[in-house]
């Protein structure tokens, strides 16, 4: 990562009032450990923050700290309500009112004419929920998904910072924090909170540890001694050590080969030539 990246970042954080985190498609556990992390350190720097991935959530991400606020609708900064199969021009005015606490929207037809029939009413979302969009762990804009598609998260308006260990395609002017000497996209998220200087926490650590583990295969694959240093500073901060996901559990018992059957029946005998 590049300083004058870093320094960007940190600016393009404190101008913005709401900050979208966005995930790939399927997301591995590091790169869901990582957006939630990023979450909750830019919450705690008082903004607003809105994460969403296109694919569901893996079982063995439940664990991590914030993870129940991962949504799929990262455009529902406004609700909208619309009539389908209504001519606008019956509509005399629209108000709206609170009656005991509770919002109530009011739309008057002109004499003579109907009002929409519940079946005409769609509820629905607009609007990005950020100033700034991070994206995190994508290797390109594809990998997104739907997000890809939509054309009110990337227009020549929209402020985007990506976060990673390996390159991504397909953005324009983004702010780039790619560390691809990482062996997780966690390690390099912990090493952009140092040098940012955001306040981290025990969620923050706990998340992240998991995430190195997660994604260096249990600090088996791409590790520098900077990862263990990584592992190190999280312990120290707080992080709390749990079991391996699941499903790494069942791969490591899968891994163990059974002995053969002969070898767990009665013991052989074994005799040879009797000495004179």
């Known amino acids: 990562m590049q300083q004058i990246d870093i320094d960007n970042f940190k600016r393009l954080v404190e101008d913005s009032k709401s900050v ?14 990582s957006a939630t992390s990023l979450s909750l350190l830019i919450e705690s720097q008082g903004k607003d923050v809105t994460i969403a991935s296109p694919s569901p959530m893996l079982v063995e991400a439940n664990r991590l700290v914030g993870v129940q606020k991962v949504t799929d609708l990262p455009d529902n900064k406004n609700l909208t309500i619309s009539f389908q199969d209504y001519d606008a021009g019956q509509i005399e005015k629209v108000s709206y009112n609170i009656e005991d606490g509770k919002f109530m929207l009011v739309v008057a037809p002109k004499p003579g004419m109907v009002t929409p029939n519940h079946d005409q009413v769609i509820v629905g979302y607009k609007g990005v929920a950020g100033d700034l969009v991070i994206v995190v762990g994508a290797n390109s804009k594809n990998s997104l998904g739907k997000f890809a598609q939509n054309p009110e998260l990337f227009n020549t308006n929209t402020k985007v910072a990506l976060v990673g260990n390996t390159p991504a395609e397909g953005f324009q002017n983004a702010t780039e924090l790619i560390n691809p000497q990482s062996s997780s996209v966690s390690e390099t998220v912990y090493e952009l909170a140092e040098k ?4 981290r926490n025990s969620d923050v ?3 992240l540890f998991f995430g190195v583990r997660g994604g ?6 791409g590790v520098t001694a900077n990862t263990f240093l990584v592992a190190s500073k999280l312990l120290n901060e707080g992080a709390r050590l749990e079991p391996l996901p699941a499903a790494q ?14 070898w767990t029946q009665e013991p052989k005998v074994f005799t040879g030539n009797r000495l004179p």
């Open 20 to 33: 979208l985190i966005l995930m790939p498609e399927n997301p591995s556990l590091d790169i869901v450990a």
């Open 196 to 199: 940012v200087e955001f306040q």
């Open 205 to 207: 650590a706990t998340n």
């Open 216 to 221: 260096s295969d249990n600090f088996q694959k």
């Open 249 to 262: 559990a069942v791969q490591a018992t899968q891994s163990v080969q059974k002995a053969p059957a002969e």
